[in-house]
């Protein structure tokens, strides 16, 4: 059974994600695509989701249900930083379903999350905001978080990636 997180809203349960919850999973990254206005760069399948969060375990899933629907979900993974010789926690998404918003659902998500980081002994936890996303960045920051000012994120992705992979 999937460890579930104790919270304060009443009606919500946040539990791990299971290899049955692929298709919420992929569902809920639709939402998120959706309202970052990126739906043309999901190419996610039930499948990849199983197969790289639930047999591969690259990244581990919390899944927000609400009175007994799934209304949101953090995904999460670990990276190194090697000038403190520690693990860190990098939150990829963080949604909560537009019509479920303003209950406590995404401060209790990120609050699990960020207990995991404190459970597995991470040094941090990262994760990026879109520049428009003011709404988000709001609640980032009342919640504790603050924006780097001085790293920038670069990605090398499709052709590009490619091509830096043949460079010698």
Request: aromatic letters at 12%.
């Amino acid at each position: 059974m999937a460890k579930i997180y104790e919270n304060a809203v009443p009606g919500l349960v946040i539990r791990q994600a299971q290899e049955e919850d692929c298709a919420a999973i992929l569902e809920l990254i639709w939402g998120i695509a959706k309202y970052e206005k990126l739906e043309h760069q999901v190419v996610a399948t039930e499948e990849s989701l199983r197969e790289s969060i639930f047999v591969r375990r690259r990244a581990d899933v919390l899944l927000a249900e609400y009175e007994g629907k799934t209304v949101g979900y953090a995904l999460y993974f670990y990276n190194f930083s090697t000038f403190i010789g520690r693990e860190n926690l990098y939150l990829e998404d963080i949604f909560v379903l537009p019509e479920m918003r303003g209950k406590g659902i995404g401060k209790a998500l990120l609050t699990c999350v960020a207990g995991i980081a404190v459970e597995q002994g991470c040094s941090r936890m990262d994760w990026v905001c879109l520049d428009w996303n003011t709404p988000s960045q709001k609640f980032y920051q009342s919640m504790g978080a603050q924006p780097h000012p001085e790293w920038l994120l670069f990605r090398a992705e499709g052709d590009a990636l490619e091509k830096l992979a043949e460079t010698k």
